[in-house]
T-cell receptor, first 119, second 111 residues
């Protein structure tokens, strides 16, 4: 297992088009996260899955954004009707649940990200 | 919203010098983590310190945590040009079940 993979690395799209990104996490990790990062800023949380269940979505995630994790393996993030403000790096990360309660997470392993440019 | 705030925002040092950056946060946490990001790449996990720990070491990295002041520091000793990167602190709360990142410190190590 070589880590978290994201595809594509770069995506240029016209405003109004739909785009879909894929993330393949580390196979042993049960948690998967999507973050968005703009230039000079830290990553902002978008959503996360524990196995196949999507447990939280940020208020940043408008109705145009949807994420899935079928069968608790890879995940996709789709943006419909893209806008110029969607231009950013989209980062995926995975982690393990820790502790007796399973609530704590280990350190995250991030993918290299998908850089989206909306023109 | 960003829970952690790093200070300074940017740091320029000579190779061999130590680099220190600080992180302050607002609410109680379960653990605090530091990450490094090279330009245009994903983040790499450096170190995790739990709320009941005060100091942790990993190679040339030393992290401290003061929960009473809601602050943490990352020290990189004997810096190298390869340490040039952005460094982010991130806080984890059980209630939130996710990491919340600060804005980062951009470190430039000049050879």
């Amino acid at each position: 297992d070589t880590g978290v993979s994201q595809d594509p690395r770069h995506k240029i799209t016209k405003r109004g088009q739909n785009v879909t990104f894929r993330c393949d996490p580390i196979s042993e990790h049960n948690r998967l996260y999507w973050y968005r990062q703009t230039l000079g800023q830290g990553p902002e949380f978008l959503t996360y899955f524990q196995n196949e269940a999507q447990l939280e979505k940020s208020r940043l995630l408008s109705d145009r954004f949807s994420a899935e994790r079928p069968k608790g393996s890879f995940s996709t993030l789709e943006i419909q009707r893209t806008e110029q403000g969607d231009s950013a790096m989209y980062l995926c990360a995975s982690s393990l649940s820790l502790g007796a309660s399973g609530k704590e997470a280990s350190g995250y392993t991030f993918g290299s990200g998908t850089r989206l440019t909306v023109v | 919203s960003q829970q952690g705030e790093e200070d300074p925002q940017a740091l320029s040092i000579q190779e061999g010098e130590n680099a220190t950056m600080n992180c302050s946060y607002k609410t109680s946490i379960n653990n605090l983590q530091w990450y490094r990001q090279n330009s245009g790449r994903g983040l790499v996990h450096l170190i995790l310190i739990r709320s009941n720990e005060r100091e942790k070491h990993s190679g040339r990295l030393r992290v401290t945590l003061d929960t009473s002041k809601k602050s943490s520091s990352l020290l990189i000793t004997a810096s190298r040009a390869a340490d040039t990167a952005s460094y982010f602190c991130a806080t984890y709360r059980l209630a939130g079940n996710k990491l919340t990142f600060g804005g980062g410190t951009r470190v430039l190590v000049k050879p």
